[in-house]
């Protein structure tokens, strides 16, 4: 079995990212990869029934993730974000011209997955999540994740290996010891990333955890585990079950991470009819969104001293600054406050940066500024929005002190890899 694709190429900021579609159906799926896709299908014929059945009644998108592969290269100090690596699945979307896609998340994908289908649900028609997690490493409160302690010596055992095919005992356990198997998981493991890469991008899996944003997806969601997946403990299937509302939770026997083997045809066509006959709009207006709230400190005092005329100029020059940078990091305002403003981000990492920006823009003012973070569920209503993530921003912005930006755990959580530098300030 084999295709004949083209690779073509999307923009995605100041990155080419690689793409292919195969089959044309009415329904458009993008297989989001974990961090390697090869584009190499000589290279990848293990995982070639798979992407057949998908193009028997779909078109399916596949990348390469920046930074692999064939997209564009990215230094190993700057892999990608999550957020960065939602922009890439929007801009596969754009350049294809596909306004509504089943999302598939695999494996180390599966987070970018849920971030993207809280964040778009307008271009999401369905999540289909297979074999992956919300939090890989374990903690006291999610026992299922891999052992800290187990993390680092993985990392080097990975890397160690890598590029000789010696990873498909943990993705393909049956076909361990087929030396031609073997041989093409090299090709694949070589074309889709270097040792240092992938040791990279492991320490950016272990960091992520995006358990606080499952109650904010609201598309239908298909949830497919193996009973004893050899790369996610079944747990991890169940967890992000239980926790996604209306979620379908589906388990096969096996230990094969992807879709290999006699029950391929059953587990495809579990899919075809989730996504087939699950294609309603999203109710309501709810996203997954970062909210900011800034404030003057001390505006009462400062109006006071220079009168009422240099004040309403100040702010005026406060809010003409404040403008440009949640333009310049694609937020929307949706409320003044008086001595501040509230706005949404589609990106936690954008959202930071803009309220250091604004924090140091009117810092040259002679003015003050605290701001507060957090990405949860949103509602729209008109030009305003609504919902628990506003009040809980809110909250946090008043928590923090002068030329504080103040942010939640969650958001914390969603922006590992960024290299955004965080002190704990305790529970609240």
Request: net charge negative; charged share 20%.
């Amino acid at each position: 079995m084999s295709f004949d694709v083209e690779v073509k190429y999307a923009q995605s900021g100041d990155i080419h990212i690689a793409y292919a579609t195969i089959g044309d159906g009415p329904v458009d799926m993008v297989l989001v990869p974990a961090g390697i896709n090869a584009l190499n299908f000589e290279a990848q014929p293990l995982v070639w029934g798979m992407f057949a059945h998908m193009a028997s009644f779909s078109r399916v998108i596949l990348y390469a993730p920046r930074g692999g592969g064939l997209s564009d290269p990215v230094p190993l100090d700057a892999l990608p974000t999550m957020e960065v690596r939602t922009d890439d699945i929007r801009a596969v979307l754009d350049a294809i011209g596909s306004e509504r896609a089943v999302i598939i998340g695999q494996g180390h994908g599966g987070p970018t997955s849920l971030f993207f289908a809280g964040t778009y649900p307008d271009r999401v028609a369905s999540l289909v999540l297979i074999s992956t997690y919300a939090r890989w490493q374990r903690a006291t409160d999610y026992p299922v994740g891999m052992p800290e302690a187990a993390t680092a010596g993985f990392q080097q055992l990975v890397a160690g290996i890598w590029g000789s095919g010696g990873t498909i005992s943990g993705f393909f356990p049956r076909l361990a010891e087929d030396p031609d198997a073997r041989r093409k998981w090299a090709m694949a493991e070589r074309t889709g990333a270097s040792p240092a890469q992938i040791e990279g991008l492991m320490a950016m899996w272990t960091e992520t955890d995006v358990r606080d944003i499952l109650p904010s997806i609201r598309v239908p969601t298909l949830v497919i585990h193996r009973v004893d997946d050899f790369q996610f403990r079944v747990g991890h299937g169940r967890f992000l079950a239980e926790h996604i509302t209306g979620a379908k939770y589906i388990e096969y026997p096996g230990s094969d991470h992807f879709w290999v083997g006699d029950d391929l045809e059953e587990l495809a066509g579990e899919v075809e009819e989730f996504v087939t006959g699950k294609r309603s709009a999203v109710a309501g207006d709810r996203v997954l969104s970062t909210v900011m709230f800034t404030d003057i400190v001390g505006s009462t005092a400062k109006a006071s001293e220079i009168g009422d005329n240099a004040w309403r100029e100040l702010l005026d020059r406060h809010d003409e600054a404040v403008r440009r940078q949640i333009d310049r990091y694609r937020g929307s305002a949706f409320k003044q406050t008086g001595d501040g403003v509230a706005a949404t981000f589609d990106g936690p990492a954008r959202a930071i940066t803009c309220a250091c920006g604004i924090r140091d823009a009117v810092r040259g003012l002679g003015l003050d500024v605290r701001a507060g973070l957090h990405t949860g569920e949103i509602e729209r209503r008109g030009d305003d929005v609504s919902g628990v993530g506003v009040h809980i921003a809110a909250r946090v912005a008043a928590l923090a002190g002068p030329g504080q930006v103040l942010v939640s755990s969650t958001v914390k959580d969603l922006v590992v890899g960024s290299g955004i530098q965080f002190e704990d300030r305790g529970m609240h």
